[in-house]
């Protein structure tokens, strides 16, 4: 999630980088870093803060990576083992 944090990548370039380490991490953690980039990256952040408050912004980020893992888990969970 941090890494897709930082990145700020597009969200088709994302599928790319992401199918390079198809090897390397699980399929649940490659589908929370393509799901997370396209919500919540750097750029979007910086966006948020110049448009609301910090509180909102850190709520809602928060609640978008405890979604967003919580999700990957269970189907990774339920799919892919």
């Known amino acids: ?5 930082l990145l700020s ?3 088709t370039s ?8 198809i090897g390397i991490f699980s ?5 929370t870093f393509l799901v997370i980039g396209p919500m919540l ?11 609301f ?3 909102f912004v ?3 980020s928060f609640l978008i990576a405890v979604v967003v ?6 189907i990774d969970y339920l799919f892919f083992s």
Do not use: E, Q
């Not at 994302?14 to 380490?21: G, Q, Y």
């Not at 399929?27 to 589908?31: E, I, M, Q, V, Y």
């Open 1 to 5: 999630m941090g890494f897709a944090y």
């Open 9 to 11: 990548l597009c969200s």
């Open 14 to 21: 994302d599928a790319f980088v992401a199918s390079s380490f």
């Open 27 to 31: 399929k649940g953690s490659l589908l």
């Open 41 to 51: 990256d750097f750029k979007s952040t910086l966006m948020l803060f110049s448009a």
């Open 53 to 55: 408050k910090s509180k």
């Open 58 to 60: 850190l709520l809602f």
């Open 69 to 74: 893992l919580t999700g990957s888990i269970c």
